[in-house]
């Protein structure tokens, strides 16, 4: 093979070109990765292709021989990792040391650890017990500087066959978790030791541990939260990692467990800005299943604090899909329903001299270096009086702050509390022109509520310091606040903004969108509620941020479609089939059996997909063409074609005229096809992933921005033929078409005219094109 011609096949691999040259100077592995080529069939699945490069560069020539057995595994995905190649290579050499040794296929398995999945869940666990067992106490020294390289041994020993950059990244986050960011002096190189150095006797102040909580996927949210889950008891915060223990904490807890009588109680937390999407799936699920699952309640608390952006659709729809999901909350509440008291809070603060109004502007507060505020140590009765002319509208918006006096984990100094808008609130009219942000009406909303657990994804955990520092400055009862890592789907955007442009832009049309992964387009999609929630257990609840592609949860869609929806006869492309020697003297009905059991139509003419006929079928072909039959399913016939009519003027064929056997008189046909007869029309619409890249918003993939990475065949509309049976459909109703996949009705249908989208494919990238 020409030069050229492997440096593209290499780069099929996942090689660059420039890796593909220099792989073409070796003679020995460009003579192994041949081979390999020639015993895999391309294309290869992702991360394949640079497996059997691994492999190809570490084959040794006495094992030369065994390349087609270790092609297969790895195509298999047998050997999904190097360790796994790695070992297999180790198996073989050893075996090639005995005379006349043949290969134990289960021996070798075993060795390679074929099927033994490391989840990350028992990398996070480990990790964990590593740090803060053995190696607490000199990170904390050394920080930054220790190498963590020790740590990922010692947890490879005990799981041998975790992936390596999972491991990394768990053991970078847990050190993280325990020393926060890195600081000046962790930035800089140690100086050379000598023995004529004293060693530092200095330990910097421990941070909280990661309090998030680990558990392991469950097919069911109640499953995961009755048993994979264990977060503290209503009343024993003091007991968590981190939690701040005030001279007021005993008393406060016996007043918490008196006002909750010992119940769990959660709060799922919205902001009414925009429409809720897959990963607030996963914070309903958390919210909602931990409190069903240990007999509490769950508030749905409206964050609406920014006026600004706030509409009464998004609050319908946020309830809806709360309730769509399932979940009933024991009540509904509002932050701006605390207004006055975190007013009070606020003054209250200033006056123990732990707030200030500051005059800096918005754009020098960004970042995380901002100049330090000249109006820090401004007197407290000043304070007080600003913050009331601010409260009374007599500063310009945009010209004062309320800040607490506090430093976040993060570094960030002086959060806001209060800034000034002079816009009308949806609840509050024109009471206030000063509204509270989010850092400061959180966690004081959470004790109001006497909240047991709150419960928030990971990227809080910055803000852990100041939601304990509120609560213990103004002496209120504290709840625990626990992290976990929020669910990403990858070739999709969650961002409101960002959908809101897509909006605006017309490559969707609403937030419902079928091709978006808010929860109002998966519903409209046809995605069942019920899989979406075993999707969320499956993730578990973990500290680890998740980014799983679209196939994992149309996977867990499958699973609650297959058992629940009826199936019916549908043709996409219809293709008008004449039965040229039909003997009843007009239509008759014939009962199916399958599920459920219902009647359907057969006549003289009958329409099949148009992709159920060939001209000229190439080898394998096994349904309808001008040589071979095909049985039509349900109704005990085989039908053969003896004459193909086309269109006078354009060629095209228009239909087919066939004569029918029954199944007992024909030879037995390779195939059954899906058939429709005196059919009502359906509009079918067809999706497929909006963006071409699975990070639209990372620029290093998509340069141009997520606008440019638009596909354009995202979506298609087919006007489709079906059996009589679907006329009476009503909206969401759900439906395998059989052979196609599944289907759900639009809420565009009317009386006269019927919608279906596709909500996933019989299996796995069944319905791409």
Known sequence: MAGEDLIVQFQQLGMSEQKAKETLKNANVTKNLQLALAEAKMPLAEGVGMLLYHMATKLKP??????????????????????????????????????????????????????????????????????????????????????????????????????AKSLKAAIDVEIFDLLGPKTEADLKPLPKQTDKQPKGNAKPEAKAADAAATSVGANTIAELMKTKVHFHAPGENYKTDGYVVTEHTEQLLRDHLKATKGKVHTRFPPEPNGILHIGHAKAININFGYAAAHDGVCYLRYDDTNPEKEEEKFFIAIREMVEWLGYKPCKITYSSDNFQQLFDWAVLLIKKNLAYVCHQKAEDLKGFNPPPSPWRERPIEESLILFEDMRRGKIDEGAATLRLKLTLEEGKVDPVAYRIKFIAHHRTGSTWCIYPTYDYTHCLCDSI??????????????????????????????????????????????????????????????????????????????????????????????????????????????????????????????????????????????????????????????????????????????????????????????????????????????????????TEEAEKPKAFVQWVSQPIELEVRLYEQLFKHKNPEDPNEVPGGFLSDISNDSMSVLRAYADRSLQGVKVYDKFQFERIGFFSVDPDTNGSHIVFNRTVGLKEDSGKK
């Open 62 to 163: 006495q094992i030369a021989a065994q390349l087609p057995l270790l092609v297969s595994y790895i195509v298999e995905r047998k050997l999904d990792n190097t360790q796994r190649v790695d070992a297999a290579l180790e198996y073989l050499l050893k075996l090639g040391q005995k005379k006349n040794a043949t290969v134990d296929v289960a021996e070798l398995e075993r060795e390679c650890g074929v099927g033994v999945v490391v989840t990350p869940e028992e990398i996070e666990r480990v990790v964990q017990q590593k740090i803060k067992g053995s190696y607490k106490q000199i990170l904390l020294e050394q920080r930054y500087h220790f190498n963590s390289f020790k740590i990922m041994q010692e947890v490879r020993n005990e799981l041998k066959w975790a992936d």
């Open 449 to 662: 509520e006497q909240i047991t657990h709150s419960l928030c994804t990971k990227e809080f955990q910055s803000r852990r310091s100041s939601y304990y520092w509120l609560c213990n400055a103004l002496n209120i009862y504290c709840p625990v606040q626990w992290e976990y890592g929020r669910l990403n789907m990858n070739y999709a955007l969650v961002s409101k903004r960002k959908i809101a442009k897509l909006i605006t832009e017309r490559i969707v049309h609403d937030w419902d969108d079928p091709r978006l992964f808010t929860l109002t387009a998966l519903r409209r999609r046809g995605f069942p509620a019920e899989a979406i929630n075993n999707f969320c257990a499956q993730m578990g609840v973990t500290g680890a941020q998740i980014s799983v592609d679209p196939a994992m949860l149309e996977a867990a869609v499958r699973d609650v479609l297959n058992v629940t929806a009826p199936r019916r006869l549908v043709v996409l492309e219809p293709l008008k089939v004449t039965i040229s020697n039909y003997t009843p003297n007009g239509p008759m009905q014939i009962e199916v059996l399958n599920f459920p059991q219902h009647k359907i139509t057969l006549d003289r003419v009958i329409y099949i997909e148009r992709s159920d006929f060939k001209l000229e079928p190439e080898k394998g072909y096994r349904r309808l063409s001008t040589q071979q039959s095909v049985g039509l399913r349900h109704a005990n016939l085989v039908i053969s074609v003896d004459q193909v009519v086309r269109d006078p003027a354009t060629g095209e064929i228009v239909e087919l005229i066939c004569s029918s056997k029954s």
